[in-house]
């Protein structure tokens, strides 16, 4: 069963850091790209960070880029986010999601999120 | 980018009724576009892709339709459990823009 765990999530205060995690499991991590998304509260879905299976091609949404990066380590199935800089209007839920290639790019898998505030 | 507009942004409907959302792209996308329900406290499911596909597990009363810049989802018969937030995505380009999502609510 294909599992995706995201962890790190929690409160900081404006300016400051957050390394998010997802953990994958039940598929083969080092074929598939990754995909961060993120939903503040009320607002709808917003595409944060894309990284393709070899980490060769990284790609940020304008709202993030230069603040955050995105990374993965095929050996520890794992995928993280660090955010610096962090601001209110970075305040969501984000989601870790699994891409497929062969579904027109669709994101056929998504972890439960975890919730980040930033506020003073 | 490539801007994703849905409509309505709700509706209210009844058990059993045949519910459309359109969703509108800024500018050609083929048929890269994907449907997914948001439900609170769940992760996002995907429901159709590549426009017309029916993800694996995913009840037959819900279809997809169109390409271009044009594309609908239809729900034949809603069902109790139905009742949610549809959204659908671009992933014909980057960034992978999503539209505002259509809230289904009972009527």
């Known amino acids: 069963e294909v599992q995706l765990v995201e962890s790190g999530g929690g409160l900081v205060q404006p300016g400051g850091s957050l390394r998010l995690s997802c953990a994958a499991s039940g598929f083969t991590f080092s074929n598939y790209e990754m995909n961060w998304v993120r939903q503040a509260p009320g607002k709808g879905l917003e595409w944060v960070s894309y990284?393709?299976?070899?980490?060769?091609?990284?790609y940020y949404a304008d709202s993030v880029k230069g603040r955050f990066t995105i990374s993965r380590d095929n050996a520890k199935n794992s995928l993280y986010l660090q955010m610096n800089s962090l601001r209110a209007e970075d305040t969501a839920v984000y989601y870790c999601?699994?891409?497929?290639?062969?579904?027109?790019?669709?994101?056929?898998?998504w972890g439960q999120g975890t919730l980040v505030t930033v506020s003073s | 980018d490539i801007q994703m507009t849905q409509s309505p942004s709700s509706l209210s409907a009844s058990v059993g009724d045949r519910v459309t959302i359109t969703c509108r792209a800024s500018?050609?996308?083929?048929?890269?576009l994907n449907w997914y329900q948001e439900k609170p406290g769940k992760a996002p499911k995907l429901l159709i892709y590549a426009a017309s596909s029916l993800q694996s597990g995913v009840p037959s009363r819900f279809s997809g339709s169109g390409s271009g810049t044009d594309f609908t989802l239809t729900i034949s018969s809603l069902q109790p459990e139905d009742f949610a937030t549809y959204c659908c995505?671009?992933?014909?380009?980057?960034?992978?823009?999503f539209g505002q999502g259509t809230k289904v609510e009972i009527k």
């Open positions: 999601a699994r891409e497929d290639v062969y579904s027109a790019a669709s994101f056929d898998y």
């Open positions: 500018q050609s996308i083929s048929s890269y």
């Open positions: 995505q671009q992933s014909y380009s980057t960034p992978r823009t």
């Open positions: 990284i393709s299976s070899t980490d060769s091609n990284i």
